[in-house]
């Protein structure tokens, strides 16, 4: 089906009435317009970006008690779904979950999505996948998610969107200590720790989390220890100094299907992430020139059948990505905003096998790649109530070689907080070590995967601003995606698959008395070749109360027509209703409880992985 001549009439027939408005009702006479960063290099007003970009804020990160970002982005964010198996622990290897996936596109395993921590990537140099466990609630202020490609900005992997977990940075003189111990279902059990100070010109954050369970299936056990430190020093009104770093070691076990059970396969991760950046910030420029660097070791047991002899060697890796980043942002003129970036990227790893028994050791790789790449956006509000944005990107890859990544978007700000957005950009990913290199399928010939995406948002509000409606529709299509094909009767990675997606997004959040909310999302998606773990359907229905003694809620997620296997071709249906509820003991000390999946449904994301029934967790939380 080709939808490119629905978009253009649609398009058309919404831009028309545009030209007619009345200028007069200026950027001037809004207010409390939500400022984001993800999908530029510098803070601005949202309605300005002509992409579509979600914000979730710490309150809604933490009303349900999460331990990891993840579960609360796929009930928050229409068309994005990420893959579970069980109450805690998404892993890595076989039998894995976290898989990411924003309007079905993320890949496998997923590469197509990019997580960035304050703006930094975070992907295994081998793999060139994220690490879903590294993801905790406790490190983050904000999440921003760029539903469609950001290659703009952040080249390769964000071909299908981006997460940017924004870490706490504190604005005002402040000494706060935040404690929580929760424990339920599994005997799970979550502890942490945080500090943030802000004293004159020197800020910090300091963190630690423990969190572990003994699974809802025998042989799944997972526990982490997770660590981040953050330091700030403003060396000027307009220059400051900032460094972070994170620690994450976590074990966990795959029990294999309940069809093919597994024994003894246990992996043990190490990652980490060290960053450092000097940034400035004027009324008419910004910028910052960033390093970074993020890797691991995996030490991995694949473990063995019940009626199979134990194996004997380990799989064992180390990987790194290490980077700078520079951009400056300028004001040339009124109403003009751009941007010009560089990019450097080295990334790599070794891989090994070592025998359990002497500990020799067989290589399977050590390779390294480059990336270079330069940008420029540039954005110009034309009026009042009209600014067009246009950009591109240049990448060179050292085994792929050139691409580029172009955008263009318009934004109509109408009268009666009224939002009007089209866009049109192009993605890309270029080949993993992993897809080149390693294993029988590896072919050091691919192409880098493209993709277009064509997009049409709308946003209001209503009732002073108490009711907000977001609705989008796009299409995308992606060629040359990496697939292993059967090529004269071996296994072989080649360029051949395409992917033709559409679909529907609809946001409803109303808030109904002073701290009483509702809040509705759904997704629509086509997708003219099946792609796992997007659902076709994807509903959130949620209403909650907070003041400063309760704070209470609930919500029904409908999935439909979620496939967890391709051949033969397996669906899943099932709805889900949550619900927290929190009391405030004394001061800052609250007492939680939260119950997940209280209609006792029985389902399955991962095939041959049943996820947990009902599940309890409850305890205290203290802001000191």
């Known amino acids: 089906m080709n939808f490119k001549p629905i978009f253009a009439i649609v398009f058309m027939a919404l831009s028309l009435p545009l030209l007619a408005q009345n200028q007069t009702d200026s950027l001037r006479k809004y207010t409390l317009q939500e400022v984001v960063a993800t999908g530029t290099r510098n803070q601005v007003d949202s309605r300005l970006l002509p992409m579509t970009v979600s914000a979730i804020n710490q309150e809604q990160l933490t009303a349900r008690q999460e331990i990891n970002i993840l579960p609360t982005l796929t009930q928050d964010v229409p068309g994005l779904f990420v893959t579970q198996r069980g109450v805690l622990g998404y892993s890595v290897s076989n039998g894995g979950s976290g898989g990411i996936k924003i309007r079905g596109i993320g890949g496998s395993p997923n590469t197509d999505v990019l997580v960035l921590i304050d703006g930094l990537p975070q992907y295994a140099g081998l793999y060139g996948h994220p690490i879903a466990d590294n993801y905790q609630t406790m490190l983050a202020e904000r999440v921003e998610v760029i539903r469609g490609p950001a290659s703009l900005f952040y080249g390769s992997n964000a071909m299908g969107g981006v997460i940017n977990i924004v870490t706490h940075q504190s604005k005002k003189d402040t000494v706060m200590t935040h404690l929580h111990l929760q424990g339920g279902s599994y005997y799970t059990l979550d502890a942490g720790i945080s500090n943030q100070v802000r004293k004159g010109k020197f800020s910090s954050a300091v963190g630690f989390n423990y969190s572990r369970t003994d699974g809802h299936r025998k042989n799944m056990k997972f526990d982490e220890y997770t660590g981040y430190l953050r330091l700030g020093y403003d060396i000027s009104q307009n220059w400051s100094l900032n460094g972070s770093g994170n620690i994450a070691y976590f074990n966990t076990h795959n029990p294999g299907t309940i069809s093919d059970p597994i024994f003894d396969s246990e992996l043990h991760i190490l990652r980490g992430m060290a960053a450092v950046s000097i940034e400035n910030e004027y009324d008419n420029t910004s910028g910052a020139i960033r390093a970074y660097y993020n890797g691991g070791k995996h030490t991995i047991n694949d473990g063995h059948a019940a009626n199979a002899a134990p194996i004997t060697q380990l799989y064992l890796h180390t990987d790194y990505m290490l980077g700078v980043s520079a951009y400056q942002s300028v004001a040339f003129f009124s109403g003009n905003r751009t941007t010009f970036g560089f990019d450097f990227q080295q990334f790599g790893g070794h891989a090994w096998n070592e025998t359990i028994a002497d500990k020799t050791t067989k290589d399977i790789i050590e390779k390294q790649l480059y990336e270079l790449a330069a940008y420029i956006d540039f954005r110009q509000q034309i009026s ?190 099932f709805v889900l209703w949550n619900a927290h509820f929190s009391y405030n003991i004394w001061k800052g000390l609250w007492a939680n409880i939260k119950a997940d999946n209280l209609l006792n449904q029985e389902y399955e994301i991962n095939a041959g992985f049943p996820m947990p029934k009902t599940t309890i967790m409850g305890g205290f939380s203290w802001k000191i």
Do not use: C
Not at 387 to 412: K, M, T
């Open 384 to 573: 009042d109530w009209f600014s067009l944005d246009v950009g591109g990107r240049v990448n060179w890859h050292s085994e792929a070689g050139l691409n580029y990544a172009p955008q263009a978007g318009l934004s109509f700000i109408l009268p009666h907080n009224t939002e009007l957005k089209a866009l049109a950009s192009r993605g890309f990913r270029n080949p993993t070590i992993r897809e080149l290199y390693m294993y029988k399928p590896a072919n050091k010939d691919l192409n880098p995967v493209s993709l277009w995406n064509y997009e049409i948002s709308y946003r209001q509000y209503l009732l002073n601003r108490r009711l907000k409606l977001a609705a989008n529709i796009f299409y995308l299509h992606a060629k040359d995606n990496i697939e292993t094909r059967m090529i004269d009767g071996r296994p072989l990675n080649v360029n051949t698959g395409e992917l033709e997606n559409a679909g529907e997004e609809l946001e409803i959040n109303y808030t109904i008395w002073k701290g009483l909310y509702a809040n509705a999302n759904y997704s629509y998606l086509y997708m003219k070749n099946p792609t796992l773990a997007a659902p076709e359907h994807k509903l959130n229905v949620g209403i909650g109360y907070n003041d400063n003694k309760f704070r209470i809620g609930t919500n029904i997620q409908y999935i439909a027509g979620l496939y967890t296997m391709l051949n033969p071709a397996t669906k899943e249906n």
